[in-house]
């Protein structure tokens, strides 16, 4: 079992950043690979961004967040980052750090193990 504590976010005007954090604990926490969604009110929980640690494998971002996010791992700290730059309004959702017990990139919510409670950003133009 791993719990996800998830700090950062806030409200920031189009074309700031904010920096995204993600904390997993329990005693198989660094078993499990790590990745962020959002939901905006009304829409699906949407895949944003997953680091996987599989040979070769590495960051991959969801088409609209390319070249404006960066995904990171601390692996002595089972952390994970989204830097968050160039934040437009359509950015704003509730932004959920996940964790899936495999090497394997899914951008399917339901194919993920554990979830953090969600941290609100809001860009305003």
């Known amino acids: 079992q791993v719990q996800l504590v998830e700090s950062g976010g806030g409200s920031v005007q189009a074309g700031g950043s904010l920096r995204l954090s993600c904390v997993a604990s329990?005693?198989?926490?660094?078993?499990?690979?790590m990745g962020w969604f959002r939901q905006a009110p009304g829409k699906e929980r949407e895949f944003v961004s997953f680091?996987?640690?599989?040979?070769?494998?590495?960051?991959v971002y969801a088409d609209s967040v390319k070249g404006r996010f960066t995904i990171s791992r601390d692996n002595d700290r089972n952390t994970v980052a989204l830097q968050m730059n160039s934040l437009k309004p359509e950015d704003t959702a509730i932004y959920y750090c996940a964790a899936r017990a495999s090497y394997y990139v899914s951008r399917n919510p339901n194919e993920y193990d554990a979830w953090g409670q969600g941290t609100q950003v809001t860009v305003s133009s």
């Open positions: 680091f996987t640690r599989s040979s070769g494998g590495g960051p």
């Open positions: 329990g005693r198989t926490a660094s078993a499990y690979d």
